[in-house]
């Protein structure tokens, strides 16, 4: 999703098209293209499998945007126990799903312009209807991740985090 605001940029001083409030990653930080068709290793749309031990889980990270109607959407990946994993992929299309309490996850992408890294971060994973990807709550610390979710970002944030990734620093 993007909204119709264009922007001006100042890291280039061009006018860019639409603001991006939505980044996503095809696989967690922990795959590499090297696991394709390896033994115990699956990449899905939704899901991924690494050596039948690690389980992750595709989810929605959102930051409330205190100065527009929507939010911004990080897509990240998630690290569930194997218990749950199977949980989840046991109830995958199942009205009952969302009545499942949270689920323990670990933060498995590291996003760009935070310091320290986001990898590891302590999660709780929401089920949310059929079809729509869960939501992931981040345990209330002080990471600037955290603070974010805690409090909100305004326009001016969603800006520099696409002027950063439009142009990304060397
Ligand atoms: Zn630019």
Redesign the pocket.
């Known amino acids: 999703m993007s909204t119709d605001l264009g922007f001006l ?1 100042s ?4 006018e ?1 098209e639409g603001l991006p409030f939505t980044y996503g990653t095809v696989a967690p930080a922990y795959w590499n293209e090297g696991m394709e068709g390896g033994s115990g290793n699956v990449l899905g749309d939704e899901q991924c499998v690494i050596a039948d031990e690690h389980f992750f889980l595709r989810a929605r990270l959102t930051l409330p945007v205190l100065d527009s109607e929507n939010d911004f959407e990080w897509g990240v990946w998630v690290s569930l126990s194997k218990s749950n994993f199977a949980r989840a992929t046991e109830l995958w299309a199942s009205t009952e799903r969302v009545a499942e309490p949270p689920y323990f996850g670990w933060l498995s992408t590291e996003l760009p312009t935070y310091e320290p890294t986001t990898l590891n971060l302590k999660t709780k994973v929401h089920s949310q209807p059929v079809g729509i990807r869960p939501t992931v709550e981040l345990e209330p610390t002080d990471h600037p991740l955290a603070v974010e979710q805690r409090t909100g970002i305004t326009l001016a944030r969603v800006q520099d985090i696409a ?1 950063l990734l ?2 990304p620093r060397h």
């Not at 890291?11 to 061009?14: D, E, K, N, V």
């Open positions: 940029c890291s280039c001083g061009q860019h002027e439009l142009h």
